[in-house]
């Protein structure tokens, strides 16, 4: 029997595991009456294939959890005929975020039902994360993203008031302490510190109360950014360590390659080289162990080896490694996705410094330039503001008074008044 790859892909994509899609699957069989009796091994036997066209009800959930219908869920009837149609009462995800304007709109992720809190509730909070990671990718952090994740954590936690289980409880914590983390990443982004700050703690009390690792580590993640923005240099060393101490990272190599990239970077910043070269040689090996198929949040979607060859760069630019650090500059730019402008963005500022730090003032004028590019029809988020600030006075200081600084000089001014 062949399996069914395509029940099997929706599955992924919506971030379920078999044992919530029986949740999901019963909970609608018991709004309409129906004895929900569907478990991992009902759930099973449609992933291997062993039963290619379910019970007409089972169908009908399956259509209505997924908004497709059986035969797009890789279904096959015993006959030729078509499925029935799709049910009106469906469940459509909730988008989180209005395409018209571009900037993130709260919605109402939760409808007023007589019965308790469930599943669905916890996957429809779960998909308005995804939104926000996807603007964050591709224009930085602002304040309407910042408020929409804000908001997001309420809902969140208004849901705690109703009647749940134990189990979708702990999710509504996690799920809070993702959204505050998500302000918080913003807030960092858009270097408001203080804001910041206040979201991290708040964000890790949440992850506590609701044992989410994940959450937990990406505070600290943040932690030790808002640190190294803030030159407290062996506070962003002692939060990428605990980072590397949390469940997540203990679990997931890939996560641990993250935080031990996120110490090599404290350690540079800190004079510490050979620290700071180990560290980034324990980043690489974990991340040669890191199972590529593995479902995890949406927000850690950009480490990658091209993340890791970006922050390379930041780290032997750090130590005094130039050359070494442009050569990792043009190979992080090179995999990087396209969708992750804001990143690519700032990949492309760190290789115009490697280029200035080599000396290399056309060269480094004429890559600088093209972050404007990158980023236009966009406010230049706070951090990539405080890298074009590095960059302008190093240029002032490696090249005062030649020409091309002075041209330069005088775009990155029309440029910094229109992009802000």
Request: aromatic share 6%; hydrophobic share 40%.
């Amino acid at each position: 029997m062949d399996e069914n790859r395509r029940l099997a892909d929706s599955l992924t994509e919506a971030g379920l595991t078999q044992v919530e899609l029986g949740e999901l699957v019963n909970e609608h069989l018991r709004k309409r009456g129906r004895e929900g009796t569907v478990g991992d091994r009902t759930v099973r036997n449609w992933l291997s294939g062993r039963t290619r066209w379910p019970h007409p009800r089972q169908r009908e959930a399956l259509e209505a959890v997924f908004d497709r219908t059986a035969e797009e869920l890789g279904f096959v009837p015993p006959t030729s005929r078509r499925s029935p149609t799709r049910t009106e009462d469906s469940v459509h995800r909730r988008n989180f975020l209005t395409a018209a304007t571009g900037t993130a709109a709260v919605v109402s992720l939760v409808a007023t039902r007589p019965y308790a809190v469930g599943t669905t509730d916890v996957i429809r909070l779960r998909s308005g994360l995804d939104g926000l990671t996807a603007l964050d990718a591709s224009r930085g952090g602002h304040e309407a993203l910042e408020r929409a994740a804000l908001t997001g954590a309420a809902e969140a936690l208004e849901l705690q008031k109703r009647s749940a289980s134990q189990r979708v409880r702990l999710r509504l914590y996690g799920l809070a302490a993702e959204y505050t983390a998500a302000a918080a990443w913003s807030a960092v982004d858009a270097r408001q510190r203080d804001r910041a700050r206040n979201h991290l703690n708040r964000a890790l009390h949440l992850a506590g109360l609701g044992a989410a690792a994940e959450a937990e580590i990406r505070v600290w993640n943040s932690h030790a950014m808002l640190a190294r923005q803030g030159q407290h240099f062996a506070e962003a060393v002692h939060a990428a360590q605990a980072a590397q101490a949390t469940r997540a990272a203990r679990r997931d190599p890939l996560f641990a390659s993250l935080a031990h990239a996120r110490t090599a970077i404290g350690h540079a910043a800190s004079g510490d080289r050979q620290a700071a070269l180990r560290s980034l040689g324990y980043a690489e090996e974990a991340l040669t162990n890191a199972a590529v198929d593995s479902r995890r949040p949406a927000w850690v979607t950009f480490y990658g080896p091209a993340e890791l060859l970006a922050i390379t760069s930041y780290v032997r630019d750090d130590i005094g490694d130039a050359a070494g650090a442009e050569a990792a500059s043009h190979r992080a730019l090179a995999a990087l996705p396209q969708e992750f402008r804001r990143n690519r963005a700032l990949a492309t500022l760190q290789l115009a410094l490697t280029q200035l730090h080599q000396r290399d003032v056309d060269q480094a004028c004429a890559t600088a330039d093209q972050v404007f590019t990158l980023m236009r029809g966009n406010t230049l988020p706070g951090r990539m503001r405080s890298c074009l600030g590095d960059f302008i006075r190093d240029l002032t200081t490696l090249a005062p008074g030649s020409s091309t600084a002075r041209e330069w000089e005088d775009r990155y001014r029309s440029e910094w008044s229109r992009a802000r």
